[in-house]
């Protein structure tokens, strides 16, 4: 929405759920932060198959093949990566 011209309607709306499904994970971990680190684990694990789902729809000409696309789905791919990565590591921490 910052830069238009990018727009594309369909992952709007996969965004959207993705986004709210991280929201309602991170809502959720300060209600329940004993599970905290599944909760991010299964949050994270699901944005990162929408995320993945994406990176497929462009490979296969569906999506949007932009420069700043290609570059938003890789970052995001990454920073997931990383947070799951994380999560691991602080609920192994946590159990010993």
């Given at each position: 929405?910052?830069?238009?011209g990018?727009?594309?309607?369909?992952?709007?709306?996969?965004?959207?759920?993705?986004?709210?499904?991280?929201?309602?994970?991170?809502?959720?971990?300060?209600?329940?932060?004993?599970?905290?680190?599944?909760?991010?684990?299964?949050?994270?694990?699901?944005?990162?198959?929408g995320?993945?789902?994406?990176?497929?729809?462009?490979?296969?000409?569906?999506?949007?093949?932009?420069?700043?696309?290609?570059?938003?789905?890789?970052?995001?791919?990454?920073?997931?990566?990383?947070?799951?990565?994380?999560?691991?590591?602080?609920?192994?921490?946590?159990?010993?």
């Amino acid at each position: 929405m910052l830069i238009s011209g990018y727009e594309h309607h369909e992952a709007m709306t996969a965004e959207s759920v993705i986004g709210t499904v991280l929201l309602g994970g991170f809502v959720i971990t300060w209600l329940h932060s004993r599970s905290m680190f599944t909760i991010a684990i299964i949050v994270q694990a699901f944005a990162l198959l929408g995320t993945l789902v994406g990176i497929f729809t462009i490979i296969i000409g569906i999506g949007p093949r932009t420069v700043p696309d290609i570059a938003y789905h890789i970052s995001i791919v990454v920073v997931l990566a990383v947070g799951l990565e994380l999560a691991r590591r602080g609920r192994r921490t946590e159990t010993m």
